[in-house]
């Protein structure tokens, strides 16, 4: 069985509730700066007072947790990070512009977007999205199978407009929901429209589109937050590894290269990881300490502020 994980948030009680406070000169000199959180009177469950408000809604195929399903509806602009791969289908009435590798691209409704695992992305405009997410094991064993491949799968594209594959998305994720108990099914139909999606859109080349790289040195900025993300990394040690010339070009260099300031980065890479570790089992605060957050408390506002629903609700979510 499943459960179904909604929370309706509003805006301006997350900033209110949850509002970080600025860093001192000092602290600032560090990308993570781990402080103890205080509890606050916040009640993520609280419903608002308008329909106008943001709701967030999480679900994933019980005895599949390579799936899971996200349902943004009338979202504001933000920015992340996956570590799962995205078919996102664009609900709204209206185009939006998604950030997605040092470029916005925009979408009209009725669109789907396609990321890839290891990316920041994101809304520059308020959205309206249904994402089917996938795990890279997953993307990975469906070419395997089908295709008898092991190179990595890129997408030759980002936006596919005016297609067949929209009403295809949302087909597998209406299957998905129908096939509540019968866990084979649920595999078939999610292997299904992977393989259908490599079929259609896979990049010929193992590397990623060379023209969306990012630059060397910002790469290796990158590469070590990704290899250090549960220590504490100071912007010195960026800055030299990714030989810039100041901590201020830096920040501004990374954050126009993913859309994010390298201490955002850090924040939704261990983020990710956590959801990484939830769905196969691990509890939150297991989970919490094995990503490099001070306590539960801290990830758990993090969790919030940046996914939508407590880490409780998300663990839950197949259940």
């Known amino acids: 069985m499943w459960r179904f994980c909604e929370l309706t948030l509003q805006a301006s009680s997350i900033r209110g509730a949850h509002r970080e406070r600025r860093p001192t000169e000092q602290a600032a000199q560090n990308v993570h700066t781990p402080q103890r959180m205080q509890a606050t009177d916040a009640n993520p469950r609280t419903k608002p007072s308008s329909d106008s408000a943001p709701r967030v809604r999480y679900w994933r195929p019980s005895g599949l947790p390579d799936v899971e399903v996200l349902e943004r509806r009338d979202t504001p602009a933000f920015r992340g990070y996956s570590s799962l791969y995205a078919f996102a289908f664009q609900t709204a009435s209206v185009p939006t512009r998604l950030h997605y590798r040092g470029r916005l691209h925009d979408v009209p409704p009725?669109?789907?977007?396609?990321?890839?695992?290891?990316?920041?992305?994101?809304?520059?405009?308020?959205?309206?999205?249904?994402?089917l997410l996938a795990s890279p094991d997953m993307i990975s064993r469906v070419a395997l199978e089908h295709f008898g491949s092991v190179k990595p799968v890129h997408w030759h594209t980002q936006v596919v407009r005016n297609s067949p594959f929209s009403e295809e998305l949302l087909a597998t994720i209406g299957a998905l929901r129908n096939h509540r108990s019968q866990d084979a099914d649920a595999v078939a139909v999610a292997s299904g429209f992977i393989a259908s999606s490599i079929t259609q859109f896979r990049e010929p080349t193992t590397e990623a589109v060379t023209s969306d790289l990012p630059k060397p040195g910002l790469?290796?900025?990158?590469?070590?937050?990704?290899?250090?993300?549960?220590?504490?990394?100071?912007?010195?040690?960026?800055?030299?590894?990714?030989?810039?010339?100041?901590?201020?070009?830096?920040?501004r260099s990374f954050r126009r290269e993913f859309g994010l300031t390298p201490h955002q980065y850090l924040t939704h890479l261990r983020l990710a990881r956590a959801r990484d570790l939830m769905r196969q089992g691990h509890d939150c605060g297991q989970a919490a300490h094995a990503v490099g957050f001070y306590d539960q408390s801290q990830m758990n506002r993090h969790f919030i502020k940046h996914v939508g629903i407590t880490p409780g609700m998300y663990a839950k979510a197949s259940d």
């Open 110 to 131: 009725g669109a789907i977007m396609l990321c890839e695992p290891g990316e920041t992305f994101g809304f520059a405009d308020p959205s309206s999205v249904i994402i």
């Open 219 to 251: 790469a290796r900025a990158r590469d070590m937050l990704h290899a250090r993300y549960r220590e504490p990394v100071t912007l010195l040690d960026l800055v030299v590894t990714s030989e810039s010339t100041s901590k201020q070009r830096l920040i």
